[in-house]
């Protein structure tokens, strides 16, 4: 199964290179897209270099979507309407759809969080749309996996690998990681 992070201006750096390095390290090809360009600034001035820019990314060349959190990247991703058909058309193609921190907006914008439990960064609970917001650190329901914040990156990461490649495999990881809680 190959993943899509889609990078915007102002992601949380821990959370997107945490995503990207754990789905790598279990195997999952991982494409990183910029919503412009190919170098992404994070919240925290770090820059990134993408895979590539968004235009021309194909849904249905991906099982799975995570998206990081952090302000204002989880704004830009929720108003770029590129974004929302990827979540929606890969989610409705029985792919998994992962967002951590704020990006849970960009998943209730895109209509694929009603009715399901969802977990989100403090203050953002009342923009998921139709979620039952559970505030533990990370919330599987079904296909979608959602996130608190930066300090659950990684045990995010893990559950996204559990889906995609086993528990047995995520649990090895998680030892290799040196996560001995989950």
């Known amino acids: 199964m190959k993943a899509l992070v889609p990078l915007a201006e102002g992601f949380e750096e821990i959370e997107a290179v945490s995503i990207i390095d754990v789905l790598r390290r279990a195997d999952i090809s991982v494409i990183t897209a910029a919503l412009a360009g190919t170098t992404v600034t994070g919240s925290h001035a770090i820059p990134v270099a993408a895979d590539r820019e968004l235009d021309g990314v194909h849904a249905e060349d991906f099982g799975l979507i995570v998206l990081p959190g952090g302000m204002p990247g989880s704004e830009h991703l929720k108003n770029d309407a590129r974004v929302i058909s990827l979540v929606r058309r890969i989610h409705a193609s029985d792919g998994i759809a992962g967002a951590i921190c704020a990006a849970p907006i960009v998943l209730a914008a895109a209509g694929v969080l009603a009715g399901k439990q969802a977990t989100c960064f403090p203050g953002f609970e009342t923009e998921l749309a139709g979620a039952i917001y559970n505030p533990k650190p ?38 290799q990681l040196q996560v001995y809680w989950l």
């Open 138 to 175: 990370v919330i599987l329901d079904g296909r979608i996996v959602t996130g608190r914040g930066a300090g659950c990156a990684i045990p995010f990461a893990l559950e996204i690998v559990g889906l995609v490649r086993g528990k047995d495999v995520m649990r090895g990881l998680a030892k």
